[in-house]
């Protein structure tokens, strides 16, 4: 594929993956003043966030099948819609409980646009050529954890809270236009004739049974839930124990994305010369020890917001060579159930990152250690896992 055609087909894949995190981190800052005017505990705005995860997870495991079955265009256009829908409940709830009842059917809608062009990467290419793809989606996709908190600042200073729900309303929108006007459908009517609910079951027990693929989603999963952990408790930190503005802080938010996405970009480059698997293996080990050493320093030697920052930023970068990559390995082998393997990956993604932030919110007091204990603890079991699942010295 040329140059130009891996560029478009990031710009689309990316923008459409893009909605739903795009939900989620513009609303960040947006926590405090929830809270306040709709006279709700921290705890209630935090579940606001929590159920769109597991709405974001678990409906996967519904579209993945869809689009092997129906095609890979109109399943997304379900999910886009319905994320539009309920973007405009979010925006008019008049009380926390309808809130949260709105954010779960806002998650099914945005999950269409995480698990599909998943799918449709594996529809087009396998090994480096799909890494490749893949990082370059991700470096489109990173105009949200890089710019929406920021502009989400922006929105909420001037016009409130409620303003992030009708823009990304809006960029739901959009992306059914973009998806409209320039993705074509990857999956023909032949491929999709053996597709059906019995045979997504098979696939799912096929995938459950195949070991080197739930390693691989695990390593992925554990990657994904240090995020999470820092994600859902990083505003509390950063804001209310070191004392920055909602601004500052979303833009030390952005820069740790920045990290990730811009380390991920090195993932085909470093998969040619090495082998993905090789590639793994070193980048989850240095992921493992720079959380790890966020964490010692914090607790043991000084409670340093910029020490913390900087490991971070570094445990980031090399998590951005983790994710796409453990995520190719792992589609490699089902191509004729590509939709089946995205959606079962991406919801063990979630699900362990649900896990791990639910257990860190019971030990979280704002201060920066529970949140660090999360983040370490899920790097040494991702790269705990990495080193057992890729063992082999063969390459890949």
Not at 343 to 366: R, Y
Request: charged share 10%; net charge positive.
């Amino acid at each position: 594929m040329r140059s130009s055609s891996f560029l478009g087909y990031a710009l689309v894949l990316g923008l459409l993956s893009a909605v739903g995190p795009f939900a989620i981190d513009m609303y960040l800052p947006a926590l405090p003043s929830i809270g306040a005017t709709l006279s709700a505990s921290p705890g209630a705005v935090q579940a606001s966030l929590i159920v769109f995860f597991v709405a974001l997870g678990s409906g996967q495991i519904v579209y993945g099948p869809l689009s092997d079955m129906f095609g890979r265009k109109r399943p997304l256009y379900f999910g886009l819609s319905l994320f539009v829908l309920a973007s405009i409940g979010c925006a008019l709830a008049p009380d926390v409980k309808t809130l949260i009842a709105f954010r779960f059917f806002q998650g099914l809608g945005a999950c269409a646009g995480m698990v599909i062009p998943r799918a449709v990467v594996r529809d087009l290419h396998t090994g480096n050529d799909a890494a490749k793809l893949t990082s370059l989606l991700m470096l489109v996709f990173s105009v949200s954890p890089i710019l929406a908190p920021l502009s989400g600042s922006f929105l909420i200073d001037s016009f409130g809270w409620r303003s992030v729900f009708w823009a990304v309303g809006v960029a739901g929108v959009l992306a059914v236009g973009l998806l409209w006007k320039s993705l074509p459908e990857t999956r023909s009517p032949e491929q999709r004739a053996d597709s059906s609910i019995g045979a997504a079951a098979r696939g799912y027990l096929l995938l459950l049974r195949d070991r080197h693929f739930l390693g691989l989603a695990l390593i992925g999963g554990f990657g994904v839930s240090s995020f999470f952990a820092y994600l859902s408790n990083s505003s509390f930190v950063l804001v209310n124990h070191y004392g920055l503005t909602p601004r500052q802080y979303s833009i030390a938010f952005a820069v740790n994305a920045a990290s990730f996405i811009g380390a991920s970009q090195l993932t085909a480059k470093l998969g040619r010369r090495f082998g993905l698997k090789a590639t793994v293996r070193v980048a989850v080990t240095v992921y493992a020890a720079a959380m790890l050493c966020a964490l010692a320093v914090n607790a043991l030697v000084s409670d340093n917001m910029w020490l913390m920052l900087g490991t971070l930023f570094v445990g980031y970068g090399f998590l951005g060579l983790v994710i796409p990559s453990s995520m190719v390995l792992a589609m490699d082998r089902h191509g004729a159930l590509a939709g089946t393997a995205s959606a079962l990956a991406g919801t063990l993604h979630f699900a362990v990152g649900i896990v791990v932030m639910g257990t860190v919110s019971l030990f979280a007091n704002g201060a920066p250690v529970p949140m660090l204990l999360g983040i370490a603890g899920s790097a040494l079991v991702s790269c705990v896992v990495a080193h057992l699942t890729l063992a082999s010295r063969a390459p890949a």
